[in-house]
């Protein structure tokens, strides 16, 4: 392992000159995946920055109708967010299924996304929550949808010297959502697939839904066909016709892929669970379905 030069800063300005006048830096904030390239020579810094002073990069608040999350912030904060809890709740259940205790108390939530690694479960449950990243970069503040934030596997569309600031997602009182995954094993575990729900309602009625799959490919896939989930009763036909949709997804954006048959069947699974979760945490908030 060569020698590299690190610093820490603990403002934006020492961050943005930084950016002005070096050309290849590596970022580094929990270190959860960083360590461990870093060790296996994958890696190789010229300049290391440590981010995780920077207070403007931390925090989970809700400004002009969106919640904005800092890139900094752990999986433990989102996890135990109110706000998110109530928001953003199929973000919130990701994130207590990413890794130990003791990972989520380092891991934040910029790294995963720029990370990128196609079985993350925090892009599922942030593209079915329409998140908009913003990216932070010496020409100012620019904003990307999640879903094109992701161009290739394990690749962003950061350019030179850019770095992920905040995640802001649309905050919605008749919003509700659901996650779930596969893995090896009940916990810490890598999702072999995972899939999150968000949907708009009114009394026991769909309005909108998105719907996001995880592990099958470069980035997580978007539901594109809804007909016969808008306007329709959420019962267990509904999640019934989402498991079918997303299975008939699976089979035709993995058609060759030797685990296609087991996850257009697991699919479906974990659509019921999804709907199930939602059904039973609306019914526990006094509305009938």
């Known amino acids: ?21 070096n050309k290849k830096l590596t970022y580094i904030a929990g270190g959860t995946d960083f360590i461990i390239k870093l060790r296996e020579g994958k890696v190789s810094p010229e300049l290391l920055v440590d981010i995780s002073c920077l207070e403007d990069f931390r925090g989970i608040s809700v400004q002009d109708g969106f919640i904005k999350i800092g890139a900094v912030t752990t999986f433990s904060e989102i996890q135990n967010s109110s706000i998110i809890k109530k928001y953003a709740r199929c973000l919130a259940q990701a994130a207590a299924k990413i890794g130990s205790v003791q990972i989520r108390n380092r891991a934040t939530i910029g790294g995963n996304i720029v990370n990128a690694s196609p079985a993350a479960d925090s892009l ?50 008749d919003s509700f959502s659901s996650f779930s995954k596969v893995g090896a094993r009940k916990s810490v575990t890598i999702s072999k697939l995972n899939l999150a ?88 908030r006094g509305i009938n379905l």
């Open 124 to 173: 599922p449950a942030l593209g079915a929550l329409s998140a908009v990243v913003e990216v932070f970069g010496v020409e100012g503040l620019r904003k990307v949808n999640i879903e094109d934030f992701i161009i290739d596997m394990r690749k962003t569309c950061l350019r030179e010297n850019e770095i992920v600031k905040n995640i802001y997602i649309p905050c919605s009182p």
């Open 1 to 21: 392992m060569r020698s590299y030069e690190a610093v820490s800063v603990k403002t934006e300005g020492d961050l943005l000159e930084l950016l002005k006048n």
């Open 197 to 284: 729900v968000n949907l708009k309602y009114h009394k026991d009625v769909c309005l909108e839904i998105n719907a996001a799959v995880g592990t099958l490919g470069k980035n997580f896939v978007l539901l594109k066909d809804c007909d016969g989930l808008i306007n329709r009763k959420m019962d267990e036909d509904f999640a019934k016709v989402l498991g079918e949709k997303l299975s008939r997804l699976v089979q035709y954006t993995i058609p060759n892929r030797a685990s296609m048959p087991y996850k257009s069947v697991a699919i479906r699974g974990l659509a019921e669970d999804v709907m199930e979760d939602i059904i039973n945490e609306l019914s526990g």
